[in-house]
């Protein structure tokens, strides 16, 4: 799905939990996230940790949609 | 000559422990032949034994890889099997990828011989493939006995030091490894002949396949991000609540596209996730945690994006064909396109 949107010229983050699969795919943004049932959460944290958390991880995305990358890249920061 | 000793690795449900409940479950190892094992002796009659058996849950696995790898080369050392055998995996996608990454390590960390089996389109086949031989199976479980049928007289061979041949022949994925051989015919003759073929119109087979590689260059990165509008699209199956385009939980045969006007917030009230791939009690919860509208409506708020598009884009991400989230993908592309926006986060449980 990443491949063929980036097909049409958008710039696309891939956020997803199982990285290896994320490159064999051929995603070129990559953030990688917390768990395949809660990527972007975390049950164990309280409400409002938990959304700081979410946060932290769709700035980094967002922030690596704004980086030129000449091949995948995984943003691990 | 003693039996040739099997330890088997399965996941949590062939295991019998449960289902995506229980994904989350580290490895144990039990004695003797579980589940799938069972058909597995049945098909080595008295030539091996399935002595112990692995079981892990599959969301350990693709979560804690290095520890789970660690773990379980630890508990196959102790066993110190003549064979090991990872699945069938069929299509399931964190199945084949922990089938197929573990026998990879068995197999070059303990020098021990390792075979798996998984679907076509499993991700753990393009993943390791070129690292050991993957028996091709169908994509359901409902095709065990072809799959033990064909992988137990090849794992017999690898386990026995026997010349293993090409993967037309064995019934595995091709692993790119060229082997000399004399042909009846020189080089001239073949091509002739192939090429005669060709202007009849009849089936040749090259003997130089192209490799296929489907890539797409990285788009150029946004300028302003402050000005950008950003769409949300996720293969972890968000829907409002009731799934009203009854999206599949497996399988999915389409997509849906949804209204976020006037939402500032997922919650269990709202929205429910379609995915029957992976637990759903967080996901249903909180959605947010799949599908982050809370957090970039603040950041649309705070003026850090220029707006997040008023639609998401979802499918459900479970055993679905590739050639299906294409067809998915590029409709999706086109609407994003035609909406104005500048760029994508994609969601992947």
Redesign the interface.
Known sequence: ??????????????????V???L???A??IVP?V???????N?TLGAEEE?KL??R???R??NS???????Q?VFEK | MSKIRVLHYINQFFGGIGGEEKADVPPSLREGKVGPGMAIQGAFRDEAEVVSTIICGDSYFNENLDEAKAQILQMVKDVNPDLFIAGPAFNAGRYGVACATIAAAVKEELGIPAITAMYEENPGVDLFRKQLEIVKTANSAAGMRDAVNNLVPLALKLARGEEVLGPEEEGYFPRGIRVNYFAEERGSARAVDMLLKKIKGEDFETEYPMPVFDRVDPAAPLKDLASATIALVTSGGIVPKGNPDHIESSNASKYGSYSLEGFNDLTSETHETAHGGYDPVYANQDPDRVLPVDVLREMEAAGEIGKLHNMFYTTVGNGTAVASAKKFASEIAQKLLSAGVDAVILTST
């Open positions: 799905m990443v491949k063929e949107i980036e097909r049409t010229g958008l710039p696309v983050v891939h956020m997803c939990t199982v290896p699969i994320s064999t795919v051929g070129n943004r996230t768990a395949i049932p809660y990527p972007l959460g049950p959304k979410r946060e991880l769709v700035r995305a967002l949609l704004t980086q030129p990358v000449d091949s890249t």
